[in-house]
């Protein structure tokens, strides 16, 4: 008996839905017709239709970092592959998982300089986690199951599917999920109880230890979030997050540090530095979070957790490396904790925290408020207040804003908070707002932009009016690429070449040509007002809140510095030579 | 990561890969290798079980032991490696490296090649009469001290294969 043939479109849609796919986020074109044809035949999936093939990669990353779930992009053969190359960067580097189809020309094609072709694979070799050209009908149902194991398990990514015209056309039988199994990819969940065993006797016998947590923890799931919150509690460690973990570990927690790095806190970066013990639990060891490597902690031994064996030793040697899940990993380390009774020491903690609380008094997010200028950190503080209490859900841009928003809002929970961190895209925050509100269309979401940031994609505000998305753009308008400018103050003798933001537009008149709601606030004493306005209105609203131009984020770790030697203001900053070294670094 | 390395000794390994033959497979791991900026010193790809779809990368890189612990790893994480083992570290191995040489010339220089040729089991495979291909098989460094003795004798052209290299014993990747 031979099976149903479907075609090749049908078999995409039937395979997405059988992979829990609800939302698509895509635009149309000539290789890809054939697959809106079948969308336009179903209501099973949605399709929300993008402005830019970049947006719809960062509505997908925001959807899938709020939810757990891998997001789904659908774009054209050429430059509707070539739109989305920065979207796949940027979760390639942040590890999130995404599965983008893009249209190719028929495969007798392929090679000749065709209309709209690309090399799409070839272009997207090095920016995804994999990817696939399908070539049979038949292999087009496996290709994209296997497409979302390897995109949603493991170190999570993203996976391009490129899937040529007549492959959409032709027939083949359907083949479910639960036939596929991969030959060689594995990722390692559970991690070596030898390794665990040795890394909770450090534990035991730390005198200055510390927690340092990143978006592996996210990634892991939010059973991962409370173990690792319920374990930290348990030993009475400090601990600090990159800013890829914020949430993970509930901020207003006595423990927490606040984020480390270039722009943490001054006692989570001493903590750091002056550690004999460092727990890394899924993060990195990024450049922004080590400073000088000769100069990172260099007192102490290293435990890390990490599901990807290649971040392991990368930047940084380790005592202990373990392979695994930080849920996994955490599960273990706490019944080992349990069985072998561990009590931490005592007394050398009380001396540990009794010097992280003379770290702490320094205030080192300490601004100075007035009542004539809005302060970005104020402005931040004051929406903080107004949405804590809420469902709420914040996005942000590149550049200083990002920074603010990242020390002034605090994240209780896990997914709450979606950034760009690795690639640092501008313009990732408003399109991944509109994704999270996509999936979640009854809570409150907030990109928290920067003027030059939100300009580069804007577009979108024509989706947030078509899909009624009543997402907040939250501008603090400093007129200046300001993390730009801040570096120009400090390596280029304050020279502001190109980042003043001239001819911007009036903020409040484009939201209205959308048919959305503009705000614009410039007095202290409005602000709460403007706040309350923006968050009570049912539409998209832009908030366009004019702040301090000149206000500059710290603490800061100049380039090529180490984590004890942070400049904490403009007083400081004055006077410092950055190395030669430093500045040739990013 | 420059103070790190420059503190350590640069080793040169052979690290031999079993992928899925699939298309692309070759250049993700070129373009790991470019990408990362490590060394590649000679790669060597085949088909070697046509049933199972599987070949075989031999790799000769060069590294501090944190760069070679890194490239492992890298190669390991591209979803069709199936296996990555470092012939120089993991036991005993032995390696072979086919060169195809061309000499031109006449007289005594010609002479003393075939001369040399015979020292080092060089097969003429091919010969006209002034010239001739040989067939060297062995380490890189005996092909290497040939291919130096031929210089001054007309040497004209090399074709190597690169490094083939499996582990001694009876264990299997
Ligand atoms: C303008 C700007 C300034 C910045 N300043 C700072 C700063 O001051 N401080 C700061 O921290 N960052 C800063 N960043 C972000 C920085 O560039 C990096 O993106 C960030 O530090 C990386 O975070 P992470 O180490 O948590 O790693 P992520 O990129 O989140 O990587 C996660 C790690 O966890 C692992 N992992 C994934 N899933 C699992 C799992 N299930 N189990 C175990 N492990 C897993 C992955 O393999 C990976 O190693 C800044 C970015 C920008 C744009
Ligand atoms: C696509 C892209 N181009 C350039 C940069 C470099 N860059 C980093 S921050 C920044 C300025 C951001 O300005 P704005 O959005 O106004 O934020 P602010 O720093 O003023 O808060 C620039 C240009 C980048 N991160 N991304
Ligand atoms: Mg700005």
């Not at chain 1, 450049?287 to 930047?315: E, M, Q, W, Y």
């Not at chain 1, 502001?496 to 484009?510: G, H, I, M, N, W």
């Not at chain 2, 070759?26 to 046509?50: C, H, P």
Request: hydrophobic content about 40%.
């Amino acid at each position: 008996m031979s099976e149903t043939q479907l075609n090749g479109a049908e078999i995409i849609l039937k395979a997405l839905a059988d992979q829990g796919v609800e939302v698509v986020f895509g635009y149309p074109g000539g290789a890809v017709l054939p697959i809106y044809d079948a969308l336009f035949k179903q209501n099973r999936i949605r399709h929300v239709l993008v402005r830019h093939e970049q947006g719809a990669v960062h509505m997908a990353e925001g959807y899938a970092r709020s939810t757990g779930k891998v997001g789904v992009v659908l774009v054209t053969s050429g430059p509707g592959a070539t739109n989305a190359v920065t979207g796949l960067t940027d979760a390639l580097m942040d590890s999130i998982p995404i599965v983008c189809l893009t249209g190719q020309v028929p495969t007798h094609l392929i090679g000749n300089d065709a209309f709209q072709e690309a090399d799409t694979t070839g272009i997207t070799r090095q920016c995804t986690k994999h990817n696939y050209l399908v070539k049979e009908p038949d292999r087009l149902a496996r290709t994209i199951h296997e497409a979302f194991v390897v995109a949603g398990t493991g170190r999570p990514g993203p996976v391009v599917i490129d899937l040529p015209k007549d492959i959409l056309m032709g027939k083949a039988p359907y083949v479910p999920a639960a036939r596929v199994k991969h030959r060689s990819y594995k990722p390692q969940l559970k991690g070596d109880i030898k390794q665990i065993e040795q890394a909770v006797e450090l534990m035991g016998k730390a005198e200055r230890p510390i927690f340092y947590i990143g978006g592996g923890v996210v990634n892991s799931g939010p059973d991962a979030a409370k173990l690792l919150t319920s374990f930290v509690r348990s030993t009475g460690f400090p601990i600090t997050s990159t800013l890829m973990g914020l949430g993970a570990y509930p901020a207003s927690d006595q423990q927490f540090l606040g984020m480390l790095g270039m722009h943490g806190t001054y006692e989570a970066n001493l903590a750091m530095h002056g550690c004999d013990l460092m727990i890394c639990i899924g993060a990195r060891f990024d450049d922004r979070v080590t400073g000088r490597l000769d100069a990172f902690a260099p007192n102490s031994k290293k435990i890390h957790v990490d599901i990807d064996p290649s971040s392991i030793n990368k930047n940084v040697p380790v005592d202990i490396g373990i392979v695994g899940d930080v849920a996994h990993v955490i599960e273990d380390m706490i019944r080992v904790w349990k069985a072998k009774q561990v009590r931490p020491a005592q007394k050398a903690l009380a001396a540990w925290w009794g010097q992280i609380d003379q770290w702490k008094g320094r205030n080192s997010l300490a601004y100075k408020a007035t009542d004539t200028i809005i302060k970005p950190q104020y402005a931040i503080q004051r929406l903080y207040e107004a949405t804590k209490d809420r469902d709420t859900y914040i996005t942000t841009e590149v550049g200083q804003h990002q920074m603010w928003a990242a020390q002034f809002y605090k994240f209780e929970e896990p997914n709450r908070w979606m950034t760009s961190g690795g690639l640092g895209t501008m313009g990732y925050g408003f399109p991944s707002a509109l994704g999270v509100q996509v999936a979640h269309p009854e809570s409150l979401v907030i990109d928290i932009a920067g003027e030059a940031s939100f300009m580069m994609n804007l577009q979108e505000m024509g989706t947030a009016t078509q899909y009624n998305l009543p997402v907040k753009v939250f501008i603090l308008n400093n007129q200046y690429m300001g993390m730009v400018r801040q570096w120009q103050e400090l390596l280029h003798g304050s020279r502001y070449s190109e980042s003043y933001c001239e001819a911007l537009p009036d903020f409040v008149k484009l939201a209205d040509s959308f048919g959305w709601m503009g705000l614009t606030v410039d007095k202290p004493a409005n602000l709460d007002d403007a706040i309350r306005a923006m968050i009570e209105s049912d539409k998209p609203v832009l908030l366009d809140v004019h702040v301090d131009p000149s206000e500059n984020c710290y603490p800061m770790i100049p380039s090529g510095a180490a984590h004890n030697e942070m400049l904490m203001n403009s007083e400081d900053t004055a006077g410092t030579q950055v190395s030669d070294q430093g500045m040739m670094l990013v | 990561m420059s103070v790190l390395m420059a503190q350590q000794d640069i080793r040169t390994h052979t690290i031999a890969v079993l992928v899925d033959n699939e298309a692309g497979v070759l250049a993700r791991v070129i373009g790991l290798f470019s990408g990362r900026g490590y060394n590649i010193e000679s790669l060597t790809v085949a088909e070697v079980d046509a049933a199972e779809h599987l070949s075989r990368i031999t790799l000769v890189t060069s590294g501090t032991p944190m760069v070679i612990e890194q490239i492992k790893a890298q190669l390991g994480r591209l979803v069709p490696v199936r296996k990555v083992s470092d012939l120089t570290v993991e036991g005993p191995s032995v390696s072979r490296e086919l060169a195809l040489i061309k000499v031109v010339g006449g007289g005594e220089k010609r002479i003393e090649s075939l001369r040399i040729a015979d020292i080092f089991r060089a097969n003429v495979v091919d010969s006209s009469h002034d010239s001739f291909v040989f067939e060297i098989v062995g380490k890189t460094e005996k092909l290497d001290a040939f291919i130096k003795l031929m210089e001054p004798l007309g040497l004209a052209e090399i074709s190597r294969t690169g490094v083939a290299a499996i582990a001694r014993g009876n264990t299997a990747l």
